[in-house]
């Protein structure tokens, strides 16, 4: 409360000098020369000040340092100005700016009034020439656009969506030769769409919706080369019938960007593949090429000139935009580049670039695990030799990232999805989205993130991830492939004697013969009670990954039990030699 008066008081003084005597207060931390002139920078920091949307925390000298929204050119002169997203700072945002002459920014870029509450605009937007982004969007502007489009010649975002304004579209949008978002839906234009409209060929986001636009749909603007996204939606243009258009048009010809380089992107698999070869085998990812949709993007299969078929995973456009997606496609090609080991997905390349962002994998031809499991056909070519090499696989996967690597690497997200095989059904761990390099500096506290089911059970409350998390995950992948099904409610039941009396026999996989050769029996019997000591409740009593994969690699002890007499309960608590045949 305390607080909120003392911001109220700062305010009212301003608006008090403003009125009497302009820049005789100037706001804390300005210079103010003996002179009395007022330099052009002073100028600025008094109407940023005045637009009360900092606390008055933030020191106004630092303003092109560290104020949320606020970025300045070398001179010190602001080019960017939005209202700080995350700020705790209350006060309404629109309430001053009537108060202010925006002509004292003459270098600004980047403005974003949006979502203010504005019934009006500020003084002097006219003369920021230099504007690049305009968004007024979401405000109460009524009446006819208030300033000629002429004024900024460099706008190539122009969003006034939300509003209520009225009268036809002014048709100086054709001068913008930069434009390349237009958004004027939710408001009240009507008339026709400009003929001018059809000169912008840079335009590649156009959003009319929901207005009151009547006369001919306009199809020179659909042959705009640039366009990609279009929404004419609701408005009450005459032709196709309907009322409601939305198309996204692809670009038949090679991508513009990659030939002038402005691309992010590094190719590690001979140097030979180009962007271009990857648009061209997707016809720039057409759906037919779509092999499915994994946690964040799309997976397609291109082949390439060279013949070689490679895996692509592709951000949506909307996704590219959501930092958290963005930042699991970062982390994904930083785990990825720096491991190299048979058990984990190649990446040969990739591409970040705002318009097109992508990784190019090797191609696994039989799929997950998890689709293999639930085939009836395909489980049963899994014989048991062949799952347990899974396992194995698997195994020596996850203790490499965990201990050959500095910082160790958790994956965070092994599920019977994740593991992927080849046609000679040898097994790649994939999905680095969420993979996390253990830093020993910092704090283990972090979202949970992870597959239902798959999750070990302390996440729940700790929120603290270790290695011991992926041991976990590993266990139930173990178990699933014996059991051929996800086991479900039988892990929390591990525990209850009626569980422990199950033989071993009678949990596994009833779609293929039990083992017959010894070895078999050896080795499925040495999963399933290595799948047990991982799911043990208490991270610490689980195995390391190192000490799952010296188990495999080690020979094994001569058998002493029957096969068919080995229960779970002994898997749990004893040593186990199995002896004879079934
Ligand atoms: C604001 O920052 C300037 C320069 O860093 C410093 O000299 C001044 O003391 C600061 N003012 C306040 C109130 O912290
Ligand atoms: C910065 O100031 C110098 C000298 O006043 C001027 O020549 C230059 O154009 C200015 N730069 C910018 C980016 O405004
Ligand atoms: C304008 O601002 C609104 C609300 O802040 C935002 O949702 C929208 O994406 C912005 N428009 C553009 C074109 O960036
Ligand atoms: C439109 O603006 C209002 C505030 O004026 C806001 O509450 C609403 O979310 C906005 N709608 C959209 C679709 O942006
Ligand atoms: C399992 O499949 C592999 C490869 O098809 C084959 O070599 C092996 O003999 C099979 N094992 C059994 C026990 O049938
Ligand atoms: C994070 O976990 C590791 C492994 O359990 C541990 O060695 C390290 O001390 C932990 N770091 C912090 C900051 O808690």
Same mark, same amino acid.
């Given at each position: 409360?305390?607080?909120?008066?003392?911001?109220?008081?700062?305010?009212?003084?301003?608006?008090?000098?403003?009125?009497?005597?302009?820049?005789?207060?100037?706001?804390?931390?300005?210079?103010?020369?003996?002179?009395?002139?007022?330099?052009?920078?002073?100028?600025?920091?008094?109407?940023?000040?005045?637009?009360?949307?900092?606390?008055?925390?933030?020191?106004?000298?630092?303003?092109?340092?560290?104020?949320?929204?606020?970025?300045?050119?070398?001179?010190?002169?602001?080019?960017?100005?939005?209202?700080?997203?995350?700020?705790?700072?209350?006060?309404?945002?629109?309430?001053?700016?009537?108060?202010?002459?925006?002509?004292?920014?003459?270098?600004?870029?980047?403005?974003?009034?949006?979502?203010?509450?504005?019934?009006?605009? !500020? *003084?002097? &937007?006219?003369?920021?020439?230099? /504007?690049?982004? %305009?968004? +007024? #969007?979401? @405000?109460? =502007?009524?009446? $006819?656009?208030?300033?000629?489009?002429?004024?900024?010649?460099?706008?190539?975002?122009?969003?006034?969506?939300?509003?209520?304004?009225?009268?036809?579209?002014?048709?100086?949008?054709?001068?913008?030769?930069?434009?390349?978002?237009?958004?004027?839906?939710?408001?009240?234009?009507?008339?026709?769409? !400009? *003929?001018? &409209?059809?000169?912008?060929?840079? /335009?590649?986001? %156009?959003? +009319? #919706?929901? @207005?009151? =636009?009547?006369? $001919?749909?306009?199809?020179?603007?659909?042959?705009?080369?640039?366009?990609?996204?279009?929404?004419?939606?609701?408005?009450?243009?005459?032709?196709?019938?309907?009322?409601?258009?939305?198309?996204?048009?692809?670009?038949?010809?090679?991508?513009?960007?990659?030939?002038?380089?402005?691309?992010?992107?590094?190719?590690?698999?001979?140097?030979?593949?180009?962007?271009?070869?990857?648009?061209?085998?997707?016809?720039?990812?057409?759906?037919?090429?779509?092999?499915?949709?994994?946690?964040?993007?799309?997976?397609?299969?291109?082949?390439?000139?060279?013949?070689?078929?490679?895996?692509?995973?592709?951000?949506?456009?909307?996704?590219?935009?959501?930092?958290?997606?963005?930042?699991?496609?970062?982390?994904?090609?930083?785990?990825?580049?720096?491991?190299?080991?048979?058990?984990?997905?190649?990446?040969?390349?990739?591409?970040?670039?705002?318009?097109?962002?992508?990784?190019?994998?090797?191609?696994?031809?039989?799929?997950?695990?998890?689709?293999?499991?639930?085939?009836?056909?395909?489980?049963?070519?899994?014989?048991?030799?062949?799952?347990?090499?899974?396992?194995?696989?698997?195994?020596?996967?996850?203790?490499?990232?965990?201990?050959?690597?500095?910082?160790?690497?958790?994956?965070?997200?092994?599920?019977?999805?994740?593991?992927?095989?080849?046609?000679?059904?040898?097994?790649?761990?994939?999905?680095?989205?969420?993979?996390?390099?253990?830093?020993?500096?910092?704090?283990?506290?972090?979202?949970?993130?992870?597959?239902?089911?798959?999750?070990?059970?302390?996440?729940?409350?700790?929120?603290?991830?270790?290695?011991?998390?992926?041991?976990?995950?590993?266990?139930?992948?173990?178990?699933?492939?014996?059991?051929?099904?996800?086991?479900?409610?039988?892990?929390?039941?591990?525990?209850?004697?009626?569980?422990?009396?199950?033989?071993?026999?009678?949990?596994?996989?009833?779609?293929?013969?039990?083992?017959?050769?010894?070895?078999?029996?050896?080795?499925?019997?040495?999963?399933?009670?290595?799948?047990?000591?991982?799911?043990?409740?208490?991270?610490?009593?689980?195995?390391?990954?190192?000490?799952?994969?010296?188990?495999?690699?080690?020979?094994?002890?001569?058998?002493?039990?029957?096969?068919?007499?080995?229960?779970?309960?002994?898997?749990?608590?004893?040593?186990?030699?199995?002896?004879?045949?079934?």
């Amino acid at each position: 409360m305390a607080i909120y008066t003392s911001i109220l008081m700062v305010s009212i003084q301003l608006l008090l000098c403003a009125s009497s005597n302009s820049y005789t207060i100037l706001p804390p931390g300005t210079q103010r020369n003996a002179t009395s002139k007022v330099s052009p920078l002073d100028k600025e920091a008094y109407a940023l000040f005045s637009l009360h949307w900092w606390s008055i925390q933030y020191n106004i000298s630092n303003r092109c340092n560290n104020w949320p929204g606020v970025e300045c050119n070398d001179n010190g002169s602001i080019t960017k100005l939005s209202p700080p997203k995350d700020s705790t700072y209350t006060f309404k945002r629109g309430l001053y700016i009537r108060d202010i002459d925006f002509s004292v920014f003459s270098n600004l870029v980047h403005l974003d009034l949006s979502q203010m509450d504005l019934y009006e605009l !500020p *003084l002097g &937007l006219n003369s920021l020439k230099k /504007l690049i982004l %305009l968004n +007024i #969007s979401s @405000n109460n =502007l009524q009446d $006819e656009i208030p300033f000629s489009l002429a004024n900024f010649p460099q706008l190539m975002v122009f969003d006034v969506s939300n509003n209520s304004f009225t009268g036809q579209i002014p048709h100086e949008i054709g001068m913008l030769e930069n434009l390349v978002t237009l958004d004027l839906s939710f408001n009240k234009f009507s008339g026709s769409i !400009p *003929l001018s &409209l059809s000169h912008v060929t840079s /335009l590649n986001h %156009l959003r +009319i #919706s929901n @207005n009151q =636009l009547d006369g $001919e749909l306009p199809t020179t603007i659909l042959g705009l080369s640039q366009l990609k996204t279009v929404d004419l939606s609701r408005n009450r243009f005459l032709g196709i019938g309907i009322c409601v258009l939305r198309a996204r048009y692809r670009r038949k010809h090679k991508n513009k960007a990659a030939k002038h380089g402005d691309l992010f992107s590094i190719w590690n698999y001979n140097g030979k593949i180009a962007f271009e070869d990857i648009i061209e085998a997707t016809q720039d990812f057409d759906i037919r090429y779509c092999i499915g949709t994994g946690a964040y993007g799309s997976v397609y299969k291109a082949k390439l000139p060279s013949g070689k078929t490679v895996a692509l995973k592709k951000l949506h456009k909307t996704e590219s935009e959501n930092p958290s997606y963005y930042k699991s496609f970062c982390n994904e090609v930083e785990v990825l580049t720096e491991i190299r080991h048979r058990n984990i997905i190649r990446l040969y390349g990739y591409c970040l670039h705002n318009r097109c962002m992508f990784l190019v994998y090797e191609y696994l031809e039989r799929g997950s695990l998890f689709c293999i499991l639930a085939d009836e056909i395909e489980a049963q070519e899994l014989n048991w030799s062949k799952r347990v090499n899974i396992i194995k696989g698997t195994a020596y996967a996850l203790a490499h990232m965990h201990h050959h690597c500095t910082p160790p690497i958790v994956h965070r997200d092994v599920s019977s999805n994740n593991i992927l095989l080849n046609s000679e059904l040898e097994v790649c761990v994939s999905d680095f989205g969420t993979a996390r390099l253990l830093d020993p500096d910092s704090s283990n506290q972090t979202l949970l993130v992870g597959t239902y089911g798959y999750v070990a059970p302390e996440l729940a409350y700790t929120m603290s991830v270790t290695t011991k998390c992926d041991v976990y995950s590993f266990g139930v992948v173990a178990l699933e492939t014996m059991m051929g099904h996800h086991p479900g409610e039988f892990i929390s039941t591990l525990t209850k004697p009626s569980t422990q009396q199950l033989l071993v026999k009678d949990v596994l996989d009833p779609r293929i013969p039990l083992p017959k050769s010894r070895k078999d029996m050896q080795d499925v019997v040495h999963v399933v009670k290595l799948a047990l000591a991982c799911l043990s409740s208490d991270p610490k009593s689980r195995p390391s990954m190192q000490v799952v994969a010296n188990e495999f690699l080690a020979s094994k002890a001569p058998i002493h039990v029957s096969f068919s007499d080995v229960s779970m309960y002994q898997l749990m608590n004893q040593e186990v030699y199995v002896i004879d045949k079934n």
